[in-house]
């Protein structure tokens, strides 16, 4: 059985490009990235692929826009981490660690809600009570 190429879009390998410059410090939190035309140049793509590449790290906190200056790199986003699943139950009638491991297209991971920074709400901040002698 040959193995065929498994090819992503345009787009995502962009976005994934710029991604890791920004997580490995070459392109620094305040800097910004070049302009869409240097990119489309620097990567042969056309602009509608380049906003796209562009959108997703903006959508994921990298980067943010701002009209007639560019896009301005942010600092890392913090992640919520990883969970891993082990099942430590065996089946009563084979005792295999192999026979117990979940398929791989039954566990899925979705995200609920991104994390956001917000102030809290005015009747929520209260005084500490004083304490009498």
Known sequence: MSEQLIRI????YLYESLRQDIVKGIFK????????????NQYGLTQPTIRQALALLVQEGYIRKHQGKGSVVQSLPIGLGVVSLTAHLLPPDDTSPAACAPAAELITTTVLTKPTLRTFPEEFTFLPAERGP
């Open 9 to 12: 879009p345009q787009y995502q």
């Open 29 to 40: 939190t305040g800097e910004l990235l070049p302009s869409e035309k240097v990119l489309q």
